[in-house]
T-cell receptor, first 116, second 113 residues
Framework: GAGVSQSPRYKVAKRGQDVALRCDPISGHVSLFWYQQALGQGPEFLTYFQNEAQLDKSGLPSDRFFAERPEGSVSTLKIQRTQQEDSAVYLC??????????????FGPGTRLLVL | AQSVTQLDSHVSVSEGTPVLLRCNYSSSYSPSLFWYVQHPNKGLQLLLKYTSAATLVKGINGFEAEFKKSETSFHLTKPSAHMSDAAEYFCVVSYSSASKIIFGSGTRLSIRP
């Protein structure tokens, strides 16, 4: 079956512009995660959904970042008033059951965001 | 605090020689440990995972890792490197009580012909 997909793959935004990044998880997967990967670094956790409930948003760097998963499948990460420091690859992952512990996460290809 | 440390940012080996990528984790309580590989412009792919069963874990593409509790280590090895192994490798730790996983900073593996 299809893996995790993300769109767009690349996004160039002017500073101050709002952006929306989409994630389509593997069908039927309960958990969905967003990560931010800065250049040359490992991914860092942003937020976690179990179905439509956002159970952990401790990694969101500021109130400009907002994520939703209204029907428990597709998720959108929105960044308002983008800043240059938001430039990174945004990764989405899903897992079959609840997050954490022994669950394997399956990653999408990422959205590379460049803020000018 | 929960953490994972990859001891080498870059490892270079010759094709056909062994590979060793080192990883240490903090030992708050029983972790699950993973190795992921990231090829350029591709998504992260799971190589292998340890979940408190056998301490020697075999993964895809000939990779394996050994969980050593006394050393809090989970080093990744492969007997013979192939050119296609050139990529970024991430050691990842997860704890049963937490929803998130924690990535190491990554090790870039280069293969010399």
């Amino acid at each position: 079956g299809a893996g995790v997909s993300q769109s767009p793959r690349y996004k160039v935004a002017k500073r101050g512009q709002d952006v929306a990044l989409r994630c389509d998880p593997i069908s039927g997967h309960v958990s969905l995660f967003w990560y931010q990967q800065a250049l040359g670094q490992g991914p860092e956790f942003l937020t976690y959904f179990q179905n439509e409930a956002q159970l952990d948003k401790s990694g969101l760097p500021s109130d400009r970042f907002f994520a939703e998963r209204p029907e428990g499948s597709v998720s959108t990460l929105k960044i308002q008033r983008t800043q240059q420091e938001d430039s990174a690859v945004y990764l989405c992952a899903s897992s079959a059951r609840r997050g954490g512990g022994q669950e394997t996460q399956y990653f999408g290809p990422g959205t590379r965001l460049l803020v000018l | 605090a929960q953490s994972v440390t990859q001891l080498d940012s870059h490892v270079s080996v010759s094709e056909g020689t062994p590979v060793l990528l080192r990883c240490n984790y903090s030992s708050s309580y029983s972790p699950s440990l993973f190795w992921y590989v990231q090829h350029p412009n591709k998504g992260l792919q799971l190589l292998l995972k340890y979940t408190s069963a056998a301490t020697l874990v075999k993964g895809i593409n000939g990779f394996e890792a050994e969980f050593k509790k006394s050393e809090t280590s989970f080093h990744l090895t492969k007997p013979s490197a192939h050119m296609s192994d050139a990529a970024e490798y991430f050691c990842v730790v997860s704890y049963s009580s937490a929803s998130k996983i924690i990535f190491g900073s990554g090790t870039r593996l280069s293969i010399r012909p």
